[in-house]
């Protein structure tokens, strides 16, 4: 496999190298508005021909301000065409380009609206896959073949520069501290279990997903690895239209309806999303070799069992956008979330100790567990933004609130086979609740063309409660409450921030530049026993420097200071005793990770439609927090002795330092067949006073090839690897897969017929894991069900025509409307 991902590389290489046409130093601007609402006209189409040239050579589309901008043109004379839907054509028809004119302007153009009224618009566009922008890359999922019928955690699995385990682990660029946005808004659905939220959003939902490595100062300081922001769908054309996706599988059903209504200046937008993961069964097995401090002494523990996991949830908002006039807009929006998980285990064990040599006692066992949870969330957000005369003068203050609620509940028992012992057991409930409040304002100045001036505060109020019940068997088979572990735990944090960026063209537009810094207060109080966390305040710059050296080819300089505070899952003090003998628990005391992001960065798009990125990466974190493992031989949790136990919790280990790359490319071979790569590699240091340093290099490889075969049919193949790497306690293993899709597109494209298959040759995923500590060494071997068949259907429905209507003012205003 290897060597066909180097056979991509060096062809996309090879592709950047012909790419390259010659060019002139001529540029061609100008802006592009309504002629009645004096509005910019945005994605209007800018087409340059040659001198009696029936065909274009090159264009543009208009931005959102309606601005244009066509370089590297050759001295000759030229004419312009420009069209939108809706509107009337405009042609500027002579256009000279000379060695002393070299820089034309043609200001600003009224676009007419067309006086034809439409019986039935259907507008077709295709974004590409992957958009490299500014500050920031965004994956379009409309596009994505061998997602469709799945989740966000199978669309997050192609994005480059995102990597996602077999359970469902995020990392970016290596980084597993990353902060989650759904629509650029918070939400509480992830913080009892990202995996699970992650499952709970169908990929039929996703418009996009952005990724911000290098996030600016108008953005939380919070995730050292970046933001991941997931945009669902929405549309804010005029008219009543509205898509309804179904998928059934082998894995995995789920089902989504969108509604859009717009008329004038009031649209309303609803959804519901549901899946469910069907039950699926899981194995695993493993081996602990551990001693006593003298080492004469060996326990050696081993479990053999199998998992049956169930999982399912649903989605379902309401969102509201009232243009009240040109400059002031509300946008007002409410969701709810839901996601549950039901697990089911049996485990054999066998506990040996031996002394020099000898078996001196043995115990067998029968564990039986269960495991519930259940998270539910409501997000609701309220936004105004105000416009200005002044082209990008901007006000927006929002408010957003979720609040999530969350439950487990678990059941342990074990048998004994040998030794004439009681049956041992325990059963627990956690109910908790999850609350946080987003105030903010920002506002944006431009002083001149090229000097922009942005600032905003913010404050973000977040509540933790969470309380655990736990019985404890009996020898008489009854429950009676553990008081040593039922407690409460409540957990309050205040972030109190304020922002000023400047963002600036220097030197004849040689150089875009983009400073800013951000300061934050954070002040937590818990009430757990012994526990006091201080308050302490940050400064967070970032700075980008960008230069465009032709017409889609630039490079970029970036820089930003993060943190990761602990989250819920990071902090909660209760003892997850579901495996006696592997218990995990959170750190209340747990500080925050700093981070320092580095990245320069190279962007080509070809004119055949191709792309490439490549970037070097460093990133330095203090206070890295890290899951360690500790071995007991026996543990005393709240007066209760276990034996033979690993204890995990996250703590505060050292500093890390990542050095890597990251390359993707896409490249056009025909019209028909498009290949997509994405390579990342690097190597992670883990420094532990005290430890030896420990330097491990991890590589991630994937192939995208789609091919059109005509008639509205495509295919699409996917394949990704993940290197083993090796980290402070041991190993993460290896993890490899494939995904095939074809689709069909009928009734004019408004409806679809998908097929999908997931490791269609391999019923599981084998990983082997290793670990091991001062007195301990472990070895787990894990068969994850990973195949799966499915089908899947969309179909799209509404229409759209034009016609005239007024604005406040008596002026004819062009809008669209639903066709009776």
Same mark, same amino acid.
Not at 538 to 561: D, E, M, N, R, W
Not at 598 to 611: Q, V
């Given at each position: 496999?290897?060597y066909?991902?180097?056979?991509?590389f060096?062809l996309?290489?090879?592709t950047?190298?012909?790419? *390259?046409n010659n060019?002139?130093?001529?540029?061609i601007?100008?802006?592009?508005i309504?002629?009645v609402t004096?509005?910019p006209?945005?994605?209007a189409t +800018?087409s340059?021909f040659?001198k009696?040239a029936?065909?274009p050579?090159?264009?543009?589309?208009t931005?959102?301000?309606g601005?244009?901008t066509?370089d590297?043109?050759?001295?000759?004379e030229y004419?312009i065409?420009i069209?939108?839907?809706?509107y009337?054509?405009?042609?500027t028809?002579?256009?000279?380009?000379?060695?002393t004119?070299s820089?034309?302007?043609l200001g600003?153009?009224?676009?007419?609206?067309s006086q034809?009224?439409l019986?039935?618009v259907?507008?077709?566009?295709?974004a590409?896959?992957v958009?490299n922008?500014?500050?920031?890359?965004?994956y379009n999922?409309a596009?994505?073949?061998?997602?469709?019928?799945?989740?966000?955690l199978d669309v997050l699995k192609?994005?480059p520069m995102v990597?996602?385990d077999?359970?469902?682990n995020v990392e970016?660029?290596?980084?597993p501290s990353?902060?989650?946005?759904?629509n650029g808004?918070?939400s509480?659905?992830?913080g009892a279990?990202?995996?699970d939220?992650?499952q709970s959003?169908?990929?039929s *939902?996703?418009?996009?997903?952005e990724v911000?490595?290098i996030?600016g100062?108008?953005?939380?300081?919070?995730g050292?690895?970046? +933001?991941?922001?997931i945009?669902?769908?929405?549309?804010?054309?005029?008219?009543?239209n509205?898509?309804?996706?179904?998928?059934?599988?082998?894995?995995?059903?789920?089902?989504?309806?969108?509604?859009n209504?717009?008329?004038?200046?009031v649209g309303?937008?609803?959804?519901?999303s549901?899946n469910?993961?069907?039950?699926t069964?899981?194995?695993s097995?493993s081996?602990?070799?551990?001693?006593n401090?003298?080492?004469d002494?060996l326990t *050696?523990?081993?479990q053999?069992?199998s998992?049956a996991?169930?999982?399912?949830?649903?989605q379902?908002?309401?969102?509201?956008?009232?243009?009240i006039?040109?400059?002031?807009e509300?946008?007002?929006a409410?969701?709810y979330?839901q996601?549950n998980?039901?697990?089911n285990?049996l485990t054999n064990?066998?506990q040996?100790?031996?002394?020099a040599?000898n078996l001196?006692s043995?115990?067998?066992s029968?564990?039986?567990?269960?495991s519930?949870?259940?998270?539910h969330?409501?997000?609701m957000s309220l936004?105004?933004?105000k416009?200005?005369?002044?082209e990008?003068?901007?006000l927006s203050?929002?408010?957003n609130?979720?609040?999530?609620h969350n439950?487990?509940?678990?059941?342990?028992?074990?048998?004994?086979l040998t030794?004439?012992?009681f049956?041992t057991?325990?059963?627990s409930?956690?109910?908790?609740?999850?609350?946080?409040i987003?105030?903010s304002a920002?506002?944006t100045?431009?002083?001149?063309?090229?000097?922009?001036?942005?600032g905003?505060?913010?404050?973000?109020i977040?509540?933790i409660n969470?309380?655990t019940f736990?019985?404890?068997?009996?020898?008489?088979?009854?429950?009676?409450?553990?008081?040593n572990?039922t407690?409460?735990?409540?957990?309050h944090r205040n972030?109190?921030?304020?922002y000023?960026s400047?963002?600036a063209?220097l030197f004849?537009h040689?150089?875009q530049?983009?400073?800013g810094?951000?300061?934050?207060r954070t002040i937590?109080t818990?009430?757990?026993?012994g526990?006091n966390?201080?308050?302490?305040?940050?400064f967070a710059p970032?700075?980008?420097?960008?230069?465009?050296?032709?017409?889609?080819?630039s490079?970029?300089l970036?820089?930003?200071?993060?943190?990761?505070r602990?989250d819920?899952?990071?902090l909660n003090?209760f003892?997850?005793i579901?495996d006696?003998h592997n218990?995990s628990?959170g750190n209340p005391?747990?500080?925050?990770e700093?981070?320092h992001?580095?990245?320069?960065?190279y962007s080509?798009n070809?004119?055949s439609?191709g792309?490439?990125?490549a970037?070097?990466?460093?990133r330095?974190n203090?206070?890295d927090a890290q899951?360690?493992?500790?071995?007991?031989q026996?543990?005393?949790i709240?007066?209760?002795?276990y034996t033979?136990?690993s204890?995990?919790?996250?703590?505060?280990?050292?500093s890390q330092t990542q050095?890597?790359?990251?390359?993707?490319g896409s490249?056009?071979?025909t019209?028909?067949l498009n290949?997509?790569?994405?390579?990342?590699?690097?190597d992670r240091s883990n420094s532990?006073p005290?430890?030896?340093?420990?330097?491990?290099?991890?590589?991630r490889?994937?192939?995208n090839?789609?091919?059109?075969?005509?008639h509205?049919l495509?295919g699409e193949?996917?394949?990704?690897?993940?290197?083993?790497?090796k980290?402070?306690?041991g190993?993460?293993?290896?993890?490899?897969?494939?995904?095939?899709?074809?689709r069909k597109q009928?009734?004019?494209k408004k409806?679809?017929?998908g097929?999908?298959?997931?490791n269609?040759?391999?019923?599981?995923v084998?990983q082997?894991?290793?670990s091991?500590?001062?007195?301990f060494?472990?070895?787990?071997?894990?068969?994850?069900?990973?195949?799966s068949?499915?089908i899947s259907l969309?179909?799209?429905?509404g229409k759209?025509e034009?016609k005239?209507e007024?604005d406040?003012?008596?002026?004819?205003?062009?809008?669209?409307?639903?066709e009776?």
């Amino acid at each position: 496999m290897k060597y066909i991902y180097t056979i991509l590389f060096l062809l996309i290489s090879f592709t950047a190298i012909r790419a *390259q046409n010659n060019k002139g130093n001529g540029k061609i601007t100008g802006k592009v508005i309504d002629s009645v609402t004096k509005q910019p006209v945005d994605y209007a189409t +800018i087409s340059l021909f040659k001198k009696g040239a029936a065909s274009p050579f090159n264009g543009s589309v208009t931005d959102a301000k309606g601005n244009f901008t066509i370089d590297n043109i050759a001295a000759g004379e030229y004419s312009i065409r420009i069209d939108f839907i809706g509107y009337k054509v405009h042609n500027t028809p002579s256009i000279i380009i000379s060695n002393t004119a070299s820089s034309i302007s043609l200001g600003t153009i009224l676009l007419p609206s067309s006086q034809t009224q439409l019986q039935a618009v259907n507008v077709v566009g295709k974004a590409p896959i992957v958009e490299n922008k500014i500050d920031k890359l965004v994956y379009n999922a409309a596009n994505d073949l061998t997602s469709q019928g799945g989740v966000a955690l199978d669309v997050l699995k192609k994005v480059p520069m995102v990597t996602v385990d077999i359970d469902g682990n995020v990392e970016l660029q290596g980084s597993p501290s990353i902060r989650f946005l759904i629509n650029g808004k918070p939400s509480s659905i992830f913080g009892a279990s990202l995996a699970d939220a992650l499952q709970s959003i169908p990929a039929s *939902q996703i418009k996009n997903i952005e990724v911000i490595t290098i996030p600016g100062a108008k953005y939380d300081a919070a995730g050292t690895g970046g +933001i991941i922001n997931i945009v669902l769908k929405d549309n804010k054309v005029q008219g009543f239209n509205g898509s309804v996706n179904a998928s059934v599988g082998t894995r995995l059903d789920n089902a989504s309806l969108n509604l859009n209504a717009r008329s004038g200046n009031v649209g309303v937008n609803a959804f519901f999303s549901g899946n469910q993961q069907l039950n699926t069964l899981g194995k695993s097995s493993s081996q602990r070799t551990a001693y006593n401090n003298t080492r004469d002494t060996l326990t *050696q523990l081993l479990q053999d069992g199998s998992t049956a996991f169930k999982r399912s949830g649903y989605q379902t908002g309401i969102n509201f956008n009232w243009a009240i006039t040109k400059h002031d807009e509300v946008t007002a929006a409410i969701s709810y979330d839901q996601s549950n998980n039901l697990n089911n285990g049996l485990t054999n064990q066998n506990q040996g100790t031996y002394v020099a040599n000898n078996l001196v006692s043995q115990l067998l066992s029968l564990r039986n567990s269960t495991s519930n949870s259940h998270n539910h969330a409501v997000d609701m957000s309220l936004e105004y933004k105000k416009t200005f005369k002044k082209e990008g003068q901007e006000l927006s203050i929002q408010y957003n609130s979720s609040l999530g609620h969350n439950s487990g509940e678990a059941l342990q028992r074990q048998d004994y086979l040998t030794g004439g012992n009681f049956a041992t057991g325990i059963r627990s409930s956690n109910p908790g609740k999850e609350g946080e409040i987003n105030i903010s304002a920002d506002y944006t100045h431009p002083v001149t063309e090229d000097f922009t001036l942005e600032g905003g505060a913010k404050t973000v109020i977040e509540t933790i409660n969470s309380n655990t019940f736990t019985d404890t068997l009996l020898h008489n088979g009854n429950y009676v409450v553990n008081p040593n572990q039922t407690y409460g735990f409540n957990y309050h944090r205040n972030i109190y921030a304020g922002y000023m960026s400047v963002s600036a063209e220097l030197f004849s537009h040689f150089l875009q530049i983009k400073t800013g810094l951000r300061y934050e207060r954070t002040i937590t109080t818990v009430d757990f026993p012994g526990t006091n966390i201080p308050g302490y305040n940050i400064f967070a710059p970032s700075l980008v420097f960008l230069h465009t050296i032709s017409k889609g080819q630039s490079i970029k300089l970036s820089y930003s200071y993060r943190i990761e505070r602990p989250d819920y899952g990071d902090l909660n003090p209760f003892y997850n005793i579901s495996d006696p003998h592997n218990i995990s628990t959170g750190n209340p005391n747990l500080k925050p990770e700093i981070g320092h992001n580095y990245e320069l960065g190279y962007s080509k798009n070809f004119e055949s439609g191709g792309n490439i990125y490549a970037a070097a990466v460093y990133r330095h974190n203090t206070d890295d927090a890290q899951s360690y493992t500790t071995f007991y031989q026996v543990l005393n949790i709240n007066g209760t002795n276990y034996t033979d136990v690993s204890l995990s919790r996250r703590a505060n280990i050292g500093s890390q330092t990542q050095v890597g790359i990251n390359v993707f490319g896409s490249i056009p071979v025909t019209n028909k067949l498009n290949l997509r790569s994405n390579i990342q590699a690097g190597d992670r240091s883990n420094s532990n006073p005290g430890n030896p340093t420990v330097t491990a290099f991890a590589y991630r490889l994937n192939l995208n090839a789609t091919y059109e075969f005509g008639h509205d049919l495509t295919g699409e193949v996917f394949g990704n690897y993940q290197s083993r790497q090796k980290n402070l306690q041991g190993t993460r293993p290896a993890f490899g897969f494939y995904n095939i899709a074809v689709r069909k597109q009928f009734m004019n494209k408004k409806a679809s017929l998908g097929l999908t298959a997931a490791n269609p040759f391999s019923q599981y995923v084998t990983q082997t894991t290793t670990s091991f500590g001062t007195n301990f060494n472990q070895s787990t071997v894990r068969q994850v069900p990973y195949r799966s068949f499915g089908i899947s259907l969309s179909y799209k429905f509404g229409k759209l025509e034009f016609k005239k209507e007024k604005d406040d003012n008596g002026n004819n205003l062009q809008q669209a409307i639903p066709e009776n």
